[in-house]
């Protein structure tokens, strides 16, 4: 089954939903580390301990911001 999604402003579609679409399983099925990124759900940042129990819909929005190390 398909999910349609907002992730960063654009749409998309993943053909294959996870099983259990909630955020955690949404985050890896997108191809994000899930301890590299800070997410956005429907405009609620989100603790990452929460992430396995906020389900995931149609059409929902995903802000995903992926953290980088680095400086000088």
């Known amino acids: ?3 349609d ?3 960063n402003g654009e ?6 939903s996870p099983v259990s ?6 985050i890896q099925a997108l191809g994000h580390n899930p ?3 800070v997410t956005e759900h ?3 940042i989100v603790p990452r301990s929460q992430w396995p129990n906020i389900p995931v819909g149609d059409y929902d929005s995903l802000e995903i911001v ?3 190390g680095g400086g000088s």
């Open 1 to 3: 089954m398909a999910l």
């Open 5 to 7: 999604l907002y992730v």
């Open 11 to 16: 749409p998309r579609r993943l053909d294959q």
């Open 21 to 26: 679409a909630n955020l955690l399983s949404v």
């Open 35 to 37: 301890q590299l990124v």
């Open 42 to 44: 429907n405009g609620v």
């Open 66 to 68: 992926t953290i980088v």
